[in-house]
């Protein structure tokens, strides 16, 4: 099938697929004599197993991982668990974050009157968190530190 059958059969789109087969995760597709990828259901199958990997939160490197271990019947099933239950701890504390945040913001918000006067906590405590510029100083306290200017 050509590739965007195989995206309506992975559920993947087109630009994923290219990427993936980029990137290795996924078999370079086979070429007709014109050059269009052609892709089995094999290939299909994969797409919908990363597919489904994504969907609950795997990252790529992690998707390798798993594919390979799919591949390798051989495989001790103890080493998917591992990988599985790794990314269930990051879930965790992902979600500790935010319920944190959530938490604050919500506090911030029923503090706040919500009315036409200027008064706002939520500003408030941005405000406060801000860093300060030093007396006489233009650089924030952070400028100057290896990486604190980068984008994250």
Same mark, same amino acid.
């Given at each position: 099938?050509?590739?965007?059958?195989? +995206?309506? %059969?992975?559920?993947?789109?087109?630009? *994923?697929?290219?990427?993936? /087969?980029?990137?290795?995760? &996924?078999? @370079?597709?086979?070429?007709?004599?014109?050059?269009?990828?052609?892709?089995?259901?094999?290939?299909?199958?994969?797409?919908?197993?990363?597919?489904?990997?994504?969907?609950?939160?795997?990252?790529?490197?992690?998707?390798?991982?798993?594919?390979?271990?799919?591949?390798?019947?051989?495989? +001790?099933? %103890?080493?998917?668990?591992?990988?599985? *239950?790794?990314?269930?701890? /990051?879930?965790?504390?992902? &979600?500790? @974050?935010?319920?944190?945040?959530?938490?604050?913001?919500?506090?911030?918000?029923?503090?706040?009157?919500?009315?036409?006067?200027?008064?706002?906590?939520?500003?408030?405590?941005?405000?406060?968190?801000?860093?300060?510029?030093?007396?006489?100083?233009?650089?924030?306290?952070?400028?100057?530190?290896?990486?604190?200017?980068?984008?994250?």
């Amino acid at each position: 099938m050509n590739i965007g059958q195989a +995206a309506k %059969a992975s559920g993947v789109n087109a630009k *994923l697929i290219r990427y993936y /087969e980029s990137i290795g995760l &996924i078999p @370079e597709a086979g070429r007709t004599a014109s050059g269009y990828r052609v892709y089995t259901p094999h290939e299909v199958n994969i797409l919908r197993f990363v597919r489904r990997a994504r969907t609950l939160g795997f990252s790529i490197e992690r998707i390798q991982q798993l594919v390979g271990l799919w591949r390798d019947k051989d495989r +001790a099933s %103890a080493e998917v668990k591992r990988i599985a *239950l790794d990314h269930v701890a /990051e879930l965790e504390v992902k &979600i500790a @974050e935010m319920r944190a945040m959530s938490d604050t913001l919500q506090e911030l918000a029923d503090a706040c009157q919500g009315n036409h006067r200027p008064d706002c906590p939520i500003l408030r405590d941005l405000e406060n968190s801000a860093p300060r510029l030093a007396r006489g100083n233009s650089r924030l306290p952070f400028e100057g530190v290896a990486g604190a200017n980068q984008a994250p």
